[in-house]
């Protein structure tokens, strides 16, 4: 089946066909994202401006090395700016685009559509599937993750400076924290490598990688 047939069922179709996998994007994540990048706008742009007026032509005046670190703060804040702009424009086309992206996962084939590009990959062909990133932690009580046992030092530095800066309450806020994640595959065709997301904009990764993981073994041992 072609890529704009299979494309056009997920989307005209009221429910899927059976055992079709479809993953619209996920607009309310996307808006969480551009909130996000809004405030880095804010943040880059307003504590460059605030810097640079203050920092200059007075740091420029004293030599090359008080010159060089001005200029690197003043290009970190300016770099965060900017790439939050950029992130933000990017988002938004998503948000106003939204039927042009879209993940289909039916029992013989993937694809995914991003904007113009579309990405088809019979599922006898993907190889090595894989979420970068770490799992969601284990946030139940019982959880021996979570529960904190701070030493009798710690409990002292708890009374002067409070919990979250002991090193188990440190361990503890680091442990509940998700890094970035990130869900791709070989095509075994050209070996390339195949990025399904690289956000939560179709949904979990984790969710999305046992999805594939199961098609892709159910599609190769019945060939």
Same mark, same amino acid.
């Given at each position: 089946?072609?890529?704009?047939?299979?494309?056009?069922?997920?989307?005209?179709?009221?429910?899927?066909?059976?055992?079709?996998?479809?993953?619209?994007?996920?607009?309310?994540?996307?808006?969480?994202?551009?909130?996000?990048?809004?405030?880095?706008?804010?943040?880059?742009?307003?504590?460059?401006?605030?810097?640079?007026?203050?920092?200059?032509?007075?740091? $420029?005046? $004293?030599?090359?090395?008080?010159?060089?670190?001005?200029?690197?703060?003043?290009?970190?804040?300016?770099?965060?700016?900017?790439?939050?702009?950029?992130?933000?424009?990017?988002?938004?086309?998503?948000?106003?685009?939204?039927?042009?992206?879209?993940?289909?996962?039916?029992?013989?084939?993937?694809?995914?559509?991003?904007?113009? %590009?579309?990405?088809?990959?019979?599922?006898?062909?993907?190889?090595?599937?894989?979420?970068?990133?770490?799992?969601?932690?284990?946030?139940?009580?019982?959880?021996?993750?979570?529960?904190?046992?701070?030493?009798?030092?710690?409990?002292?530095?708890?009374?002067?400076?409070?919990?979250?800066?002991?090193?188990?309450?440190?361990?503890?806020?680091?442990?509940?924290?998700?890094?970035?994640?990130?869900?791709?595959?070989?095509?075994?065709?050209?070996?390339?490598?195949?990025?399904?997301?690289?956000? %939560?904009?179709?949904?979990?990764?984790?969710?999305?990688?046992?999805?594939?993981?199961? $098609?892709?073994?159910?599609?190769?041992?019945?060939?």
């Amino acid at each position: 089946m072609e890529s704009s047939e299979i494309l056009m069922m997920a989307r005209t179709e009221a429910e899927a066909p059976p055992g079709w996998v479809v993953l619209p994007l996920a607009r309310s994540s996307v808006l969480v994202s551009i909130a996000g990048w809004f405030l880095g706008i804010v943040l880059g742009f307003g504590l460059f401006a605030i810097m640079a007026s203050a920092v200059i032509p007075h740091n $420029y005046q $004293y030599g090359f090395v008080p010159a060089l670190f001005t200029t690197l703060f003043l290009g970190l804040f300016l770099f965060i700016g900017l790439g939050s702009l950029g992130a933000l424009i990017t988002d938004t086309l998503r948000v106003l685009q939204a039927d042009k992206h879209l993940i289909v996962i039916t029992p013989n084939e993937f694809v995914k559509q991003e904007g113009e %590009k579309v990405i088809h990959v019979p599922l006898m062909h993907i190889r090595h599937v894989t979420a970068r990133g770490a799992k969601p932690p284990d946030r139940s009580i019982r959880s021996a993750e979570n529960r904190l046992d701070p030493n009798a030092g710690e409990n002292v530095l708890s009374l002067f400076a409070g919990r979250a800066f002991t090193s188990s309450g440190m361990r503890w806020r680091l442990k509940r924290m998700r890094t970035p994640t990130s869900l791709a595959f070989v095509d075994s065709r050209s070996e390339n490598e195949v990025i399904v997301v690289d956000d %939560k904009s179709h949904g979990d990764p984790f969710m999305i990688a046992a999805l594939l993981k199961q $098609y892709a073994a159910s599609a190769q041992s019945i060939a």
